[in-house]
C-alpha cells in the first residue's frame, strides 16, 4: 500500500462512535468481517471436511463451541486495543521479553511455512477451474498478485474487496449446504455434545480450527484503521466482532453438512487433492454448476485469507520490530506513557509503507515458493495446523493477564464471563497442542 491503513483515519479518531440505532452501526461494520474471513482458510476446510466425511453432523456442536471461543477471543483483542490504547504487541512487551522473543521467532517461521500453504490453497481451485499450468504455478501467480494487491491498496478499498470475498464465500457454502441438506433432526442431533470413538483430534481440530490463529492479533490494526479509538467504542466493537463470527460459525457448520452429506464414509487424510474430491462429487451428483459454484467460493476462502494475512500479518510484524527496540518489563513505562507513545508509533512506524511492513510481505511471498516444489498442498496445510496450535495458548493466556491487570482502563477489564470463556480457550488449545505434538510426533 503507498499509503498507511493505521494513519489514514488519523482525522477520524475523535469522531464519537454511532450511538443507538442499528444503522449507523452496520455501516461501520467491516474489521470483525476481515478478522474472521482471514482467519478461515483451506487448514479449516479440510479439517471440517475430514470430520464431516468421517462422522458426519455429529460433531456440529464441536464448530458451534469454536464459534463462542474464538468470539470471545476476538473481544479479547478488540478490549485490550480500545481500552489500553495500545496494541496487543505493546502488552506483550510489558509482560516481559519471553513473550516478544517467543512472537518474533514464531511470527517468522509462520510466515514461511503459511506463504506456502496459502499460495497452494489458493493454487488449487484456479487449477481446477481454469487449468493450463500445474497447481504451484497458479499458486505463484496468487502470491504476486496478493502482495501487488496490498502493497498498493489503501485500507478502505482493501476492507470492501474484502467484504465482497467474504459474501461470496459465505453464499456459495451455504446455497450448496442447503442444496445437500441433511434431515433436521440429524442437524439438531449433531448439537448435543457426543464423542464418538476416535473422534476426540477431530473435536480439538473443529474447536480449534474455527476463525483464526495469529491473525486474530490483527483485528486492532484494521480498528486503528477504521478510526475507532477508546472505550466509547466498545459497544460497537462487540457488534463487528459478534457478526464476523456468527458468519465464520454458519459457514463451518455448512461446510460440516456438506461435507457429511456428500463424502460420508470416505477416506480423505491421504488425499493431497483435498477438497477438490468434494467439487467432484458435486458435479457428479447435481452437475457441473454445483462444483463450479462451489470453486468459486473456495477460491474466495483460501484468496480473502491470503490477502487478509499478507496485509495483516505483515502490520504485526512491523508493530513487532518497534516494540522490541522499546525497554522491557513491567514497570518501563505507565499505562498512560504508554498509549501516548503509541498513539504516535503505530502511526510513524508499524505502516504499510514501512521496510519492515514489505519486508514481511516479501517474506511470505517469495521464500515459501521453495516449498511449493514438493507438490504437498494437502500436507502444508497440515502443517500450519500444527503451528496455529502452538499460538492459541499463548493468545488466549496472555489476553486474561493482560485483561486482568491495571495495564487497562477498568471498563476494560475482563468479568467472569471473558475469564471464564478465555480460561476455556486456553485449557483447550493447550489440550489441542499437546494431542497435535503426541499424534504427530
Not at 513505562?333 to 504499510?352: D, G, M, N, Q
Amino acid at each position: 500500500m503507498t499509503t498507511t491503513s493505521i494513519s489514514e483515519n488519523r482525522g477520524s479518531e475523535l469522531t464519537p462512535p454511532p450511538a443507538g440505532k442499528l444503522g449507523p452501526k452496520v455501516k461501520q461494520l467491516g474489521p470483525g468481517l476481515l478478522a474472521a474471513a482471514t482467519g478461515v482458510g483451506a487448514g479449516d476446510l479440510v479439517a471440517t471436511m475430514i470430520a464431516g466425511a468421517r462422522f458426519g453432523t455429529v460433531l456440529l456442536w464441536a464448530a458451534v463451541l469454536g464459534t463462542i471461543l474464538k468470539l470471545a477471543l476476538g473481544e479479547g483483542v478488540g478490549r485490550w486495543h480500545l481500552a489500553s490504547g495500545t496494541t496487543l504487541l505493546d502488552g506483550w512487551r510489558r509482560l516481559g521479553r519471553w513473550a516478544t522473543t517467543f512472537f518474533g521467532g514464531y511470527i517468522i517461521i509462520w510466515g514461511f511455512v503459511y506463504g506456502a500453504t496459502a499460495m497452494s490453497a489458493v493454487g488449487l481451485p484456479l487449477n481446477a477451474l481454469f487449468g493450463g499450468l500445474p497447481v504451484r504455478y497458479w499458486a505463484m501467480i496468487a502470491g504476486v498478485v496478493g502482495l501487488a494487491l496490498v502493497w498498493a491498496q489503501r485500507y478502505h478499498v482493501f476492507e470492501k474487496f474484502m467484504t465482497v470475498l467474504v459474501l461470496l464465500k459465505f453464499v456459495s457454502v451455504v446455497s450448496i449446504a442447503v442444496l445437500v441438506m441433511p434431515s433436521l433432526g440429524d442437524i439438531t442431533s449433531g448439537l448435543v455434545p457426543r464423542l464418538p470413538d476416535g473422534s476426540t483430534v477431530y473435536v480439538l481440530g473443529l474447536v480449534g480450527g474455527v476463525g483464526g490463529t495469529i491473525t486474530m492479533a490483527a483485528y486492532g490494526y484494521w480498528m486503528f484503521a477504521k478510526g475507532w479509538r477508546g472505550t466509547g467504542w466498545l459497544s460497537m466493537m462487540r457488534l463487528d466482532n459478534a457478526v464476523g463470527y456468527v458468519m465464520t460459525g454458519i459457514f463451518v457448520v455448512a461446510m460440516l453438512i456438506v461435507g457429511s452429506a456428500m463424502l460420508l464414509g470416505q477416506d480423505l487424510t491421504a488425499s493431497d487433492s483435498g477438497l477438490l474430491v468434494l467439487g467432484t462429487a458435486l458435479g457428479e451428483q447435481y452437475g457441473e454448476w454445483a462444483r463450479i459454484l462451489f470453486l468459486a467460493g473456495f477460491l474466495a476462502v483460501t484468496s480473502s485469507s491470503l490477502l487478509g494475512v499478507w496485509n495483516g500479518v505483515s502490520l504485526l510484524f512491523a508493530d513487532w520490530t518497534r516494540t522490541v527496540r522499546l525497554p522491557h518489563g513491567r514497570h518501563a513505562e505507565s499505562a498512560a506513557e504508554a498509549a501516548e507513545r503509541t498513539e504516535k508509533e503505530v502511526v510513524e512506524v508499524a505502516v504499510e509503507k514501512s521496510r519492515w511492513f514489505r519486508g514481511y510481505l516479501l517474506w511470505l511471498t517469495f521464500p515459501p515458493m521453495v516449498l511449493l516444489f514438493l507438490d504437498k498442498p494437502f500436507g502444508l496445510t497440515l502443517v500450519y495446523g500444527v503451528l496455529g496450535s502452538v499460538f492459541m495458548p499463548f493468545l488466549a493466556i496472555t489476553l486474561m493477564l493482560l485483561l486482568n491487570s491495571k495495564r487497562i482502563a477498568k471498563e476494560g477489564r475482563s468479568g467472569w464471563v471473558s475469564n471464564g470463556l478465555l480460561g476455556a480457550a486456553s485449557a483447550l488449545f493447550l489440550a489441542l497442542l499437546v494431542t497435535d505434538l503426541v499424534t504427530r510426533f
